[in-house]
């Protein structure tokens, strides 16, 4: 057990669902027995792929059009290219294990009830096209499913990412995505047109309309990074009381922070006028957001109402205010680099595992005492080393510190292709910039073998999937879902 929840799946074993997931009982073993047969010959097809990694497709979205009629194609073409098994199948079956399918069919009603005033009038008729491209395969996929895909990925990312200013002064900005999910077929690079004219660049997986990693054209590039910040829970323990949290959140009206990231885009034209929304628009969980503009970047550190006035991490003292200004982080001179801790901590989780070791008994005892008290945490002291850096914001900066500005735009993918920057979970890599217009999306190929280390993050961890079950209870009020 870890200290936070969170970051379970963010440094737990990387078990690739498809061979690895043994359920206990003997009806769930032959379920996953089949899945793991139509798995294994989607991980080998991916495997091939272009030897390896390749670029991603790229596809044109309409806004002109009807919102139904968006995002269908790019689905459909999808599917058609890599067949219905390795494309939405693993996904909806992620989805159908937080909850069996026969659960969203017969809640849907009061699941999309309480799910479509989050994700807004235009992206519920959206999903109900791609809904309409499933049921036009013979698939069956309920709305409810669709929409609360959008609002779990609040708490499935790992990343990284980078701003590195070039020999111009041009702002390069660099990211990796990690999630413990097997959505490489269905990831894409989407133009979003209007009146004829490109105005957005995204790299989407298709079926999620949100976005997580995206430019304004001529404009300003963002990513946005998890962000895990302890909630206190002396009775129900710190997980839950996160989770209630972002519930309550989203019924505040906060908003998810694709959609929200979404909206920004569309409607701000350059970096300047996206900073301040950036900043203050109340979001649902805590996030990091990188963001470039032509020739500046910051790497925006926050809470869910604004930028972060606390620390992530905690002590005897509880959580730590934030040192004045890193919460909103300019790059100065050469690059930023950003994962899932904040900026300002530069202990290691194995520098925190080693400080720890040399605890006496009563300190170690005294720490121990607190974290049960306060967060229901009922492991050791060093559970709290999970809130500090796995190493990959330190690999990628030793890379850059070994670069010269002339070397920023062609060096940027290799920095990020290297491990452990390049992780388990890692799904794709996208290098942009709005200086000159630059997007590249590279889908990166599974590993082949069950993998440890930073950034194996796996969706399918049973806290995991406890965690979005708690997270729908709460936000529904269907306790016995």
């Given at each position: 057990d870890f200290i936070l929840g969170h970051t379970h799946s963010l440094t737990s074993t990387h078990e690739q669902h498809y061979f690895e997931l043994q359920p206990a009982n003997n009806t769930r073993k032959m379920r996953w027995s089949l899945t793991s047969y139509l798995g294994t010959i989607c991980v080998l097809s991916l495997l091939v792929h272009s030897n390896g990694d390749w670029v991603a497709p790229e596809y044109k979205l309409n806004l002109d059009l009807p919102e139904r009629e968006r995002w269908g194609h790019i689905a459909l073409d999808l599917v058609h290219k890599h067949g219905w098994d390795c494309t939405y199948k693993p996904v909806l079956d992620f989805i159908d294990t937080v909850f069996p399918k026969d659960t969203w069919v017969k809640y849907d009603d009061e699941l999309r009830k309480v799910a479509e005033p989050i994700i807004g009038q235009e992206e519920v008729q959206e999903l109900k096209g791609i809904q309409d491209a499933a049921l036009s395969v013979g698939h069956n996929v309920t709305l409810s499913e669709l929409e609360f895909f959008q609002i779990f990925y609040e708490i499935l990312m790992q990343c990284t990412g980078i701003l590195a200013r070039d020999q111009h002064g041009n702002i390069i900005h660099g990211r990796n995505m990690d999630i413990g999910l097997p959505v490489q077929n269905v990831t894409a690079q989407v133009v979003w047109e209007r009146d004829g004219k490109a105005i957005l660049t995204t790299t989407q997986y298709v079926g999620y309309i949100g976005v997580h990693t995206g430019m304004r054209n001529d404009g300003w590039t963002i990513q946005a990074n998890?962000?895990?910040?302890?909630?206190?829970?002396?009775?129900?323990?710190y997980d839950k009381a996160i989770l209630i949290e972002t519930a309550a959140a989203f019924l505040e009206g906060h908003q998810p922070v694709g959609k929200?990231?979404?909206?920004?885009?569309?409607?701000?034209?350059?970096?300047?006028?996206?900073?301040?929304?950036?900043?203050h628009t109340p979001l649902a969980s805590p996030m990091y957001l990188i963001v470039g503009g032509k020739t500046h970047g910051t790497v925006i550190t926050r809470d869910r109402k604004g930028p972060a006035t606390?620390?992530?991490?905690?002590?005897l003292w509880g959580r730590q205010p934030v040192p004045p200004h890193a919460n909103v982080l300019p790059v100065s001179d050469f690059f930023l680099v950003q994962t899932n801790w904040d900026p300002w901590i530069n202990e290691t989780q194995a520098q925190c595992v080693q400080r720890m070791a040399a605890f006496s008994p009563a300190q170690e005892t005294l720490c121990e005492d607190y974290i049960r008290t306060f967060y229901g945490d009922k492991g050791k002291c060093d559970?709290?080393?999970?809130?500090?850096?796995?190493?990959r914001a330190q690999a990628a900066t030793a890379s850059m510190e070994a670069l010269s500005p002339p070397e920023i735009e062609r060096q940027m993918k290799a920095v990020l292709s290297?491990?452990?920057?390049?992780?388990?979970?890692?799904?794709?890599?996208?290098?942009?910039?709005?200086?000159?217009?630059r997007y590249e999306t590279t889908v990166r190929s599974p590993p082949p073998f069950s993998t440890r280390g930073p950034g194996s993050n796996n969706a399918y961890d049973a806290d995991v999937l406890e965690r979005l079950r708690v997270l729908v209870r709460e936000m529904t009020g269907l306790q016995h879902l």
């Open positions: 998890e962000r895990v910040v302890l909630t206190p829970g002396p009775v129900i323990g929200f990231i979404r909206n920004v885009l569309l409607t701000q034209a350059d970096y300047e006028a996206a900073l301040p929304l950036l900043e606390e620390s992530q991490d905690t002590s559970d709290l080393c999970q809130l500090y850096s796995d190493g290297r491990p452990p920057v390049l992780a388990a979970g890692t799904k794709f890599t996208t290098v942009m910039s709005a200086s000159n217009n």
